[in-house]
Structures are given as structure tokens and as C-alpha cells.
């Protein structure tokens, strides 16, 4: 079984600081990790992934993550949040051929 | 060109109707996804096709009936839905493996 723990709810942040949003995974072997992120009425979009390789994963729109094996986590970063980064993000685990897992989600509010 | 599009954009029903939901990606992707998402909850999978044959169904009652006609195309179709079906239906496409999914922007349904 895999599964995804996102700890926080929620994540308040001023503009201009930096960001932080926690995921952390349970699967056996080696774990495909993504993180999307959902705007209002919208579906989700793909942000970045981790297959193998490096082990900070750069994607779009200025996001970060860091897999970190020994702990099992992925949290997601950006060095300075906008107003706009302002939504929902999901972490998500597969393993193979098996379905993509999502953790419950994180909202993430930016103020001015 | 990583797009998915889904129409109708917003759909109500009455219990008794009978009506399809459309998605189409054109991206060469050989999975496609069905999946169903209340507001600020992640995505539940519903249905998995691959090369265009059901390879996941999770359980879906049978008033959801998905369809994969052609390799570019998935519909959902529907009857004698129940109020609590409401949602925000999603639709994603991704290649087999690694499985990067990439949704469309939902179609949002009212059962009335």
C-alpha cells in the first residue's frame, strides 16, 4: 500500500518570504513523487516530479522540491511567494505501474 | 502542448436524465483517467483505461459509464444520478510509465 501525509491544512505566508509545504510518503521501494496544484474552478496542474536523479527537483513557476529518502518527504518549496501562488496543492505517490496516491491537500494563502 | 480539454464546462441534471461528459487529449497518451473531486478534497480515481480497454474501475456505481472510444478520446456517461454525485468531475491523460498525469479543467455537475 503507498500513501501521503500533508500535514498542515493550511500554510500562511506573507509576500516575498519564503515557502514551505510538507509532504511526506509511505511506499515500498522506489517512490515516484509529484506535486500539482489546483486554482479555484480549475482542474489540476502539474508542477514537478521525482523519478530519480538529483535530489532537488526544480518545476514550474519558480517551485522547488527536495526528496529526502530518509525521511520519506518531499516538501515543496519557493524562495519567495506571491499573492498569486495562492491555492491548493496536492502531493501525490506511485510506484511503477500502480495509480497516482493523493494526500489530502494544502492550502497555501499568500498575503500582500 | 500538454493539454487536456473537457466539455461542458458546468452541467444540470435532474435524476432522470441521461447526459455525457467529454474529454480529449491529443498528447499520444495511453492511459486515461476518470476521476471525481468534492471542494477541497483530492481527486478520487473512478475509472483507468489503458490502450483503450477498462483496466481500473474503483468500484464506480453503475449509473457512471465510461466509454473509451478511440485512443484521443474518454467519455462519462450518465443516468439516474443522486444529488450526492454533485462534484467536479476530472479528467487526466498521462503515458503508462511514468505516470505524469495531466487533467483537464473539469466539468462541474449539478444533480438536482
Known amino acids: 500500500a503507498q500513501s501521503v501525509a500533508q500535514p498542515e491544512d493550511q500554510v500562511n505566508v506573507a509576500e516575498g518570504n519564503p515557502l514551505t509545504v510538507k509532504c511526506t510518503y509511505s511506499?515500498?521501494?522506489?517512490?515516484?513523487l509529484f506535486w500539482y496544484v489546483q486554482y479555484p474552478n480549475r482542474g489540476l496542474q502539474f508542477l514537478l516530479k521525482y523519478i530519480t536523479g538529483d535530489n532537488l527537483v526544480k518545476g514550474s513557476y519558480g517551485f522547488e522540491a527536495e526528496f529526502n529518502k530518509s525521511q520519506t518527504s518531499f516538501h515543496l518549496k519557493k524562495p519567495s511567494a506571491l499573492v498569486s501562488d495562492s491555492a491548493l496543492y496536492f502531493c501525490a505517490v506511485s510506484r511503477g505501474y500502480s495509480t497516482l496516491t493523493f494526500g489530502k491537500g494544502t492550502m497555501l494563502l499568500v498575503s500582500p | 502542448d500538454t493539454e487536456v480539454t473537457q466539455t461542458p464546462k458546468h452541467l444540470v441534471m435532474g435524476m432522470t436524465n441521461k447526459k455525457s461528459l467529454k474529454c480529449e487529449q491529443h498528447m499520444g497518451h495511453r492511459a486515461m483517467y476518470w476521476y471525481k473531486q468534492k471542494a477541497k478534497k483530492p481527486p478520487e480515481l473512478m475509472f483507468v483505461y489503458s490502450y483503450e480497454k477498462l483496466s481500473i474501475n474503483e468500484s464506480v456505481p453503475s449509473r457512471f459509464s465510461p466509454e473509451c472510444p478511440n485512443s484521443s478520446l474518454l467519455n462519462l456517461h450518465l443516468h439516474a444520478l443522486q444529488p450526492e454525485d454533485s462534484a467536479l468531475y476530472l479528467c487526466a491523460s498521462s503515458q503508462l510509465d511514468p505516470k505524469t498525469q495531466y487533467f483537464g479543467p473539469g466539468t462541474r455537475l449539478l444533480v438536482l
Open positions: 511506499v515500498s521501494g522506489n517512490p515516484y
